[in-house]
Protein backbone atom coordinates (compact mmCIF):
# COMPACT_ATOMS: atom_id res chain seq x y z
CA UNK A 1 0.00 0.00 0.00
CA UNK A 2 1.40 3.33 -0.99
CA UNK A 3 -0.08 6.67 0.69
CA UNK A 4 -0.27 10.08 -1.84
CA UNK A 5 -0.16 13.42 -0.36
CA UNK A 6 -0.18 16.49 -2.42
CA UNK A 7 0.60 20.00 -1.57
CA UNK A 8 1.01 23.36 -3.06
CA UNK A 9 -2.57 24.11 -4.42
CA UNK A 10 -4.09 27.43 -3.58
CA UNK A 11 -5.56 30.51 -5.69
CA UNK A 12 -3.32 32.58 -8.44
CA UNK A 13 -4.49 34.77 -10.86
CA UNK A 14 -4.15 34.25 -14.28
CA UNK A 15 -1.22 34.29 -15.90
CA UNK A 16 0.32 32.34 -12.74
CA UNK A 17 2.76 29.73 -11.59
CA UNK A 18 2.08 26.95 -8.87
CA UNK A 19 4.27 24.26 -8.07
CA UNK A 20 2.49 21.38 -6.88
CA UNK A 21 4.37 18.58 -4.91
CA UNK A 22 3.23 15.07 -4.38
CA UNK A 23 4.92 13.08 -1.43
CA UNK A 24 4.73 8.92 -0.89
CA UNK A 25 4.78 7.10 1.72
CA UNK A 26 7.37 4.24 0.24
CA UNK A 27 9.41 4.67 -2.10
CA UNK A 28 8.00 5.98 -5.57
CA UNK A 29 10.99 3.72 -7.53
CA UNK A 30 9.01 0.62 -7.05
CA UNK A 31 5.65 2.80 -9.23
CA UNK A 32 5.40 1.83 -13.04
CA UNK A 33 3.86 5.80 -13.66
CA UNK A 34 2.78 8.35 -11.85
CA UNK A 35 0.83 11.38 -12.36
CA UNK A 36 -1.43 13.97 -12.07
CA UNK A 37 -5.29 14.13 -12.78
CA UNK A 38 -7.88 16.73 -12.09
CA UNK A 39 -11.77 17.17 -12.09
CA UNK A 40 -13.34 20.64 -12.37
CA UNK A 41 -16.65 20.77 -10.63
CA UNK A 42 -19.11 19.18 -12.29
CA UNK A 43 -17.03 18.04 -14.77
CA UNK A 44 -15.12 14.15 -15.19
CA UNK A 45 -11.83 13.77 -13.48
CA UNK A 46 -8.89 13.86 -16.89
CA UNK A 47 -5.66 13.21 -17.07
CA UNK A 48 -3.13 16.04 -16.85
CA UNK A 49 0.19 14.49 -17.01
CA UNK A 50 2.07 11.12 -16.41
CA UNK A 51 5.51 10.11 -15.88
CA UNK A 52 6.96 6.41 -16.02
CA UNK A 53 9.96 4.96 -14.01
CA UNK A 54 12.35 6.09 -16.77
CA UNK A 55 11.04 9.45 -16.70
CA UNK A 56 9.20 9.08 -20.14
CA UNK A 57 6.33 11.96 -19.83
CA UNK A 58 3.08 12.30 -21.67
CA UNK A 59 0.80 15.23 -21.21
CA UNK A 60 -2.69 16.85 -21.58
CA UNK A 61 -3.39 18.51 -25.20
CA UNK A 62 -4.77 21.85 -23.35
CA UNK A 63 -1.24 21.80 -20.56
CA UNK A 64 1.43 21.23 -23.21
CA UNK A 65 4.10 23.74 -23.03
CA UNK A 66 2.82 25.31 -19.82
CA UNK A 67 2.86 22.09 -17.70
CA UNK A 68 6.02 20.00 -16.25
CA UNK A 69 5.73 17.24 -14.48
CA UNK A 70 8.79 15.25 -12.82
CA UNK A 71 9.87 13.13 -9.98
CA UNK A 72 12.93 12.93 -7.71
CA UNK A 73 12.80 9.04 -6.34
CA UNK A 74 15.27 9.79 -3.41
CA UNK A 75 12.71 12.20 -2.31
CA UNK A 76 9.69 9.85 -3.12
CA UNK A 77 8.08 13.24 -4.70
CA UNK A 78 6.36 13.86 -7.80
CA UNK A 79 5.99 17.67 -8.95
CA UNK A 80 3.85 19.57 -11.78
CA UNK A 81 4.76 22.78 -12.03
CA UNK A 82 2.52 24.94 -13.72
CA UNK A 83 2.62 27.87 -15.26
CA UNK A 84 0.50 30.51 -17.59
CA UNK A 85 -2.23 29.05 -15.58
CA UNK A 86 -5.66 29.70 -17.19
CA UNK A 87 -9.54 29.83 -15.58
CA UNK A 88 -10.11 27.01 -17.37
CA UNK A 89 -7.27 24.85 -14.73
CA UNK A 90 -9.20 25.23 -11.90
CA UNK A 91 -9.92 21.80 -10.77
CA UNK A 92 -9.27 19.48 -8.22
CA UNK A 93 -5.73 18.36 -8.45
CA UNK A 94 -4.87 14.60 -7.95
CA UNK A 95 -1.97 12.53 -7.78
CA UNK A 96 -2.14 9.21 -8.88
CA UNK A 97 0.64 5.97 -8.95
CA UNK A 98 0.53 2.68 -10.95
CA UNK A 99 2.04 -0.28 -10.14
CA UNK A 100 1.82 -4.00 -12.07
CA UNK A 101 3.31 -6.60 -9.54
CA UNK A 102 2.52 -10.69 -9.81
CA UNK A 103 0.28 -10.22 -12.39
CA UNK A 104 -2.11 -7.61 -11.18
CA UNK A 105 -2.18 -3.95 -11.32
CA UNK A 106 -2.25 -1.31 -8.89
CA UNK A 107 -3.68 2.30 -8.48
CA UNK A 108 -3.38 4.84 -5.85
CA UNK A 109 -4.87 8.31 -5.53
CA UNK A 110 -4.00 11.33 -2.75
CA UNK A 111 -6.64 13.01 -1.61
CA UNK A 112 -6.59 16.23 -3.77
CA UNK A 113 -5.59 19.76 -3.54
CA UNK A 114 -7.67 22.49 -5.08
CA UNK A 115 -6.52 25.08 -7.69
CA UNK A 116 -8.43 28.18 -8.28
CA UNK A 117 -7.21 30.28 -11.02
CA UNK A 118 -8.95 34.12 -10.62
CA UNK A 119 -9.65 35.81 -13.73
Known amino acids: QVQLVEFGGGLVQAGGSLRLSCLAS????????MGWYRQAAGKQRELVAT???????NYADSVKGRFTISRDNAKNTVYLQMNSLKPEDTAVYYC?????????????WGQGTQVTVSS
Open 96 to 108: YGGRDYGGDHYDY
Open 26 to 33: RSIFRLNA
Open 51 to 57: ISSGGSS
